[in-house]
């Protein structure tokens, strides 16, 4: 398989923190689940695109279901509780990498957003052939 330019890699990496930031910190009047909700699916896709740049030679698949392992495992990571975690997570870069509180519906929405971001994926590489 030809690998993921990388400069396609950085530039849907970049787009899509910017999305993330926009939707969670921008006034811009999105109903309180789009925010949350959207911006928990839009982290899933950037972990998505940092996984396709790292893995540039592995199938679309493959690559979500790494990420999908990846986001689920930072979900579950938030129940555990430390001094110094609770610390980081207080911070904003805690709360962007990271998160507070476990939420289940979180991880639908990571998954959600790692097919999408797969299928995206597979049809840029389809079309690079």
Do not use: H, N
């Amino acid at each position: 398989m030809k690998p993921r330019p990388v400069a396609r890699s950085i530039a849907l990496i970049l787009v899509t923190v910017v999305a993330g930031l926009a939707v969670r910190f921008a006034r811009i009047g999105l109903p309180t689940a789009v925010v949350k909700y959207g911006g928990s699916a839009l982290w899933a896709a950037m972990i998505y695109w940092i996984a396709s740049a790292v893995l540039a030679r592995w199938r679309p698949g493959t690559v979500a279901l790494v990420s999908a392992t990846i986001a689920t495992a930072v979900e579950f990571f938030k129940l555990y509780q430390s001094p110094g975690m609770d610390l980081f997570r207080a911070t904003l870069a805690g709360k962007l990498l990271l998160g507070r509180y476990f939420s289940g519906w979180d991880i639908v929405a990571y998954w959600v957003a790692i097919m999408v971001g797969a299928l995206v994926d597979g049809k840029l590489l389809r079309g690079q052939g």
